[in-house]
């Protein structure tokens, strides 16, 4: 007879997991040996929101389910930031935590919190694992993860259950995958007829159209309107950057310059945008058209027309309808003009763009990168050209430091093939420092790029916007290359273009870890002077 571990353990290798990252504890020793038995690598991290983290942006790259498991009490805590980022993110993940005994949980305080309701709010389930439950409560867990919209659910599994006989039916099911549901024919023609009515229409496109594979039925259509797309950050890439027509970024730096724009159109067609990923209210005045596997229930915007199912074949019978429309090249081109002078920074030192620019340009463009949140943040998501889409991570959603590194690690385990580059801040690399070693252990080839200020640039930033003494956001700055070096790895500093370049071209040749501390001008964040 198999025991609840082990049921746990098959079901997630029948459903195609090939890591589960955590942090270990006594309470999740049988499980951790059971995905040993089959075959399915335990990712220690030295944190267990890290391991949440590196969950999420895998169950995001793959589109299948990221799992990360925990042990209870502070274990199953520091594991919820993670979890939470992957809920506002949408990434299908499965989080497994520990649980006292059965026995215990009347009396015992030890440890013992309510983590059913701890993770509700953040999840798309909670479940409790059960003698008789654990086949059943794995594939439910995984078809949720995967369900519209895609996000986390929560296992709990009691310590002494894990080592119990299973006493359930046989599961040996495949993994199931829900089915999007088909586009309504006589909505698409309704669509058509309001592109045919519009003369300037723009598209807006988020996250939903990237799980859906839209990227090339979003082309057919632009070119088709010959018209403007712009991206949440979640989407960068679905079409290319360097396309005439894709025409920046909503909510990132630069922004002014895309709203102008998109207050010009007369009709937006938001294609799989999820409210989560905006960060300022709605202030666009031209009718929409959304399209998106989930109908507009956060009614940030008033639709005139839903098209609810599949956006990609929402977007492909949408191209074949479509005619030119009246916005000109010379308009869109000098759109592109405006928003890049609007990124230049005019500061004496190194500036954030210029060390993110030489960086994207030594990155192959298949390359994937990693921007953990801060100042750099806002600038990197308008400033970084993608070419496909999942090449750029970043926790949006959420917004939380701490992601950019293990999104990083998580993209070299998805695609040993493609090189990866982390940008983070210094504020946020300090909060994880001890995941060097985590990178160092894992054997990948990573340039960690660490823009190092010694401030929260963006929390002081606001201060001053206020008229307050920036209060509580600066830090003391220590030798991070001199550190990186302490764990394996190898460490430069860099303080002029010149030596970006020269670092970025090392690490991409060399085997492991790279860190390159940039010394940056935190005056390019307010645009410099």
Partial sequence: MATVAQVIARSLARAGVRYVFGHPGGEVAHLIEALRREGIPFVLTR???????????????????????????????NLLSGVAHAFLDRCPLVAITAQLATSRQVQATHQHLDLAALYAPVTKATITVGADTAGVAVERALYLALAERPGPVHLIVPSNVASQEYAGPAWDRPLSIPARPGVDPAAIEAAGELLARAHRPAVLVGIGAVRCGASEPL???????????????????????????????????????????????????????????????????????????????????????????????????????????????????????????????????????????????????????????????????????????????????????????????????????????????????????????????????????????????LIKLGQLQRGYLPSGVDFGCPRLAEIARGFGAVGVRVETAEAVRAAMEQALGHSGITVIEAIVDAGAYSGGE
């Avoid at 790259?61 to 009490?73: A, D, E, K, N, R």
Wanted: charged fraction near 20%; hydrophobic fraction near 50%.
């Fill in 219 to 457: 082309r057919r259509l632009a070119e088709a309107l010959q018209a403007p797309v712009v991206t949440t950050p979640k989407a960068k890439g679905i079409l290319p950057e360097d396309h005439p027509l894709a025409a920046g970024v909503l909510d990132m730096a630069g922004d002014a310059v895309v709203d102008e724009l998109l207050r010009e159109a007369d009709l937006l067609v938001t294609a799989g945008l999820d409210v989560v990923e905006l960060i300022k209210p709605w202030t666009f005045e031209a009718p929409v058209v959304h399209l998106d596997t989930v109908p507009n229930v956060e009614r940030l915007y008033a639709a005139r027309l839903e098209v609810i199912g599949d956006v990609a074949a929402a977007l492909a019978g949408l191209a074949e309808r479509a005619r030119p429309s009246a916005w000109t090249e010379g308009r869109l081109h000098t759109h592109r003009q405006r928003l890049r002078s609007a990124l230049t920074a005019r500061v004496p030192g190194l500036a954030p763009q210029t060390v993110m620019e030489i960086v994207r340009e030594v990155l192959p463009r298949n390359g994937v990168v990693a921007c953990d949140v801060g100042a750099h943040k806002i600038l990197l998501g308008q400033v970084w050209t993608a070419y496909e889409p999942r090449t750029y991570l970043v926790s949006n959603g959420l917004s939380s430091m701490g992601a950019g590194l293990p999104g990083a690690l998580a993209a070299r385990l998805w695609w040993p093939e493609r090189p990866a580059v982390a940008i983070i801040g210094d504020g946020g690399f300090g909060m994880y420092l001890g995941e060097l070693e985590t990178a160092v252990r894992l054997g990948v080839a990573l340039p960690i790029v660490v823009l190092v200020d010694g401030s929260l640039s």
């Fill in 47 to 77: 944190h267990e929101a890290t391991a949440a983290f590196m969950a999420a942006s895998w169950g995001e790259l793959s589109g299948q389910p990221g799992v990360c498991l925990s042990t209870l009490g502070p274990g199953a805590t």
